[in-house]
Structures are given as C-alpha cells and as structure tokens.
C-alpha cells in the first residue's frame, strides 16, 4: 500500500528561521502528492501539491516543496517562518487517480519569537 | 469555490445516544465523499468512501453499523454515530471530491464529537 512518512512529529524553529518539514513516500511510479495545513480545531487546507508537471512547486504562504524521485521525497520549505505559521503540517499521496488521499501522521510546527 | 462545510462545528451528547453530522459541498456537485477521524495529535484516518446513490465502502476496522453513512445527494453527505460511546469522541472530517477538477479532495472544517 501506498503509504508517506513525516519525519519528525515537532519541529521548532525560530521566527525567521528556515523551515524544513520531511515527507518521504513509497511508491512504485510516481505518484499525486500533497501538502496540507491544519490550525487548531479547524480542518485541513491546501498548501500544495505535485501532479507530474514541474518537480518544484510553489505554495500558499509562501511554502514549497520540490519532488525528489531519487529519494522519493518531498520535503516542504519556508525560508524565512512567520509566527502565524505554527500549525500542524500533513503531507499526503494520492497512488492514482481514483483513490483516496492516505496522510503521514503529520508534524507540528513551533515557531519561537 | 469548492467550499465544503460541516454541521456542527461541535456537539457533546450523552453515552448511548445518536448524532448526525452533516457534509455539503457549497458550489460544487461531489460524485465521491469520504469520511475521515482524525484523534488527537493524530494523523487522519480514512474511515469510508460514498458516491452519490450507492452504499459507502469502508475502510477495514470500521464498523459500518456503528458508523452510518449517507450520500443522498450529489451535495450532501451524512454520517450518523450510532449508540455513541466516550471511545467515539473524536474529530471528524468530511472530503469532497471533484470529478473533471484532477480528483481533487476538498476537505470540510471538521466536527468535534464529545460522547459524555
């Protein structure tokens, strides 16, 4: 089964600071891949997402993530984080084009002032 | 567009009763709902699929007795706890997909559910 795994359940970074959240999947071919943000008692949003075209996509806030199949990665990046930014962050993979979207257990973003 | 909401937002009920949680997708007609729960600090598990006039198909562990689901229409979609339980508290989320829009999921703000 198609699966992804978010390294790391925290990561804390200082505000201004790079960051780095890990998405690795297991996938024979290449497949949909996803970002999303979810705030405190509120439901997910889309950051991104990568659908075969161009290996570095860009996100909402200022996010992206860029696909890498020889590692198979897909790690999300942030240059500088915003103190807005702390929330829960789940990367996804969709295995084709029917199936539902199956989540990593997801990794919470600190950002210390 | 593609907005998707849920009601409630919260509901707390009693041990041994029934709560209804309702899906709709506001401007967009969703062939496909899916239903997921999410506990806390904990990812989202898929807990069924519906399409619009079928019965939903769900995941395995989930006992579709205890977790009814109805997809009446091409823009809403039910999920009814039976006989609920302190074990069923939970957030629940509802997704709705787009046919002809790359099977996009748009995912509903969620209900919290609080068996007493």
């Known amino acids: 089964a198609q699966s992804v795994t978010q390294l790391g359940s925290h990561v804390s970074v200082s505000e201004g600071a790079l960051v780095l959240l890990r998405c690795n999947y297991s996938s024979s071919v290449p497949p949909y891949l996803f970002w999303y943000v979810q705030y405190p008692n509120q439901g997910l949003q889309l950051l991104l997402k990568?659908?075969?075209?161009?290996?570095l996509v860009k996100g909402i806030n200022g996010f992206e993530a860029e696909f890498k199949k020889s590692e198979t990665s897909f790690h999300l990046t942030k240059p500088s984080a915003h103190m807005s930014d702390a929330a829960e962050y789940f990367c996804a993979v969709r295995p084709s084009g029917n199936t539902p979207l199956v989540f990593g257990k997801g990794t919470r973003l600190s950002v210390i002032a | 567009g593609a907005v998707v909401s849920q009601h409630p937002s919260r509901v707390i009920c009693k041990s041994g009763t029934s709560v209804k949680i309702e899906c709709r997708s506001l401007d967009f007609q969703a062939t496909t709902m899916f239903w997921y729960r999410q506990f806390p600090k904990k990812s989202l598990m898929l807990m069924a699929t519906?399409?619009?006039?079928?019965?939903?198909?769900?995941e395995q562990g989930v006992e579709k007795d205890k977790f009814l689901i109805n997809h009446a229409s091409l823009t809403l979609s039910t999920l009814t706890v039976t006989s609920a339980h302190p074990e069923d508290s939970s957030f629940y989320i509802c997704?709705?997909?787009?046919?002809?829009?790359?099977?996009?999921?748009?995912f509903g703000p969620g209900t919290r559910l609080t068996v007493l």
């Open positions: 990568y659908t075969s075209a161009a290996t």
């Open positions: 997704s709705a997909r787009v046919s002809g829009r790359g099977n996009e999921q748009f």
């Open positions: 519906s399409n619009e006039g079928s019965k939903a198909t769900y």
